[in-house]
């Protein structure tokens, strides 16, 4: 049973532009969220997607968004990045109700410059 | 605003003693809470969790107390290991289907042996 595998582990962007993250979700897994850990703090709940369709989302802008695929995969996409979107994207998979059945994946460290 | 607080961003222990992690909540309407376990380079991982109906749960070396009136919950890791350090989060939700997690900053944890 493979876990959750975000890419890329690393990138750097610069502040203007764009940006996609990929998250591979547990295998049976249906539910995706992602979520902001910037340096020093703990992770911030950006959104969440069940079967394709945002169904839940945090304080975050609309240049925040994502894609939820028919294979559970998902995508973040950051527009207009600013500096203070530097963070570590995390992305957590679950097949049942309930937080307790996460799996979070490792990561994608994102700098803007 | 932050909800869930974990004050002390540190803590030192020397194996084979009790580690006492504390964490504080604002919103009255959590009403289940988690412990994630955080090592450098990897995801959260899923520790234990107690639900508000509930003053204790016990898994093995891991113990949670929860005092609902006083908004406060704790881990406690007995006997302590080096393994056990990492960075330990203390996250709640309204709704334990609930999806939309809330953490605390963290608190560091070394296991001196």
């Known amino acids: 049973e493979t876990g959750v595998t975000q890419s890329p582990t690393h990138l750097i962007k610069t502040r203007g532009q764009q940006v996609t993250l990929r998250c591979s979700s547990q295998s049976g897994h249906n539910t995706v969220s992602w979520y902001q850990q910037a340096l020093g703090q703990g992770p911030q709940f950006i959104f969440q997607?069940?079967?394709?369709?945002?169904?839940g989302r945090g304080n975050f802008p609309p240049r925040f968004s994502g894609l939820q695929f028919p294979n559970y995969s998902s995508e973040l996409n950051v527009n207009a990045l600013e500096l203070d979107d530097s963070a570590l994207y995390l992305c957590a998979s679950s097949s049942r109700a309930g937080v307790g059945g996460y799996t979070f994946g490792s990561g994608t460290r994102l700098t803007v410059v | 605003d932050q909800q869930v607080k974990q004050n002390s961003p540190s803590l030192s222990v020397q194996e084979g003693r009790i580690s006492i992690l504390n964490c504080d909540y604002t919103n009255s309407m959590f009403d289940y809470f988690l412990w994630y376990k955080k090592y450098p380079a990897e995801g959260p991982t899923f520790l234990i969790s107690i639900s508000s109906i509930k003053d204790k749960n016990e898994d093995g070396r891991f113990t949670v107390f929860l005092n609902k009136s006083a908004k406060h919950l704790s881990l406690h890791i007995v006997p302590s290991q080096p393994g056990d350090s990492a960075v330990y989060f203390c996250a709640a939700v309204v709704g334990a289907g609930s999806y939309q997690l809330t953490f605390g900053k963290g608190t560091k944890l070394s296991v001196i042996p």
């Open positions: 997607y069940y079967r394709e369709e945002e169904n």
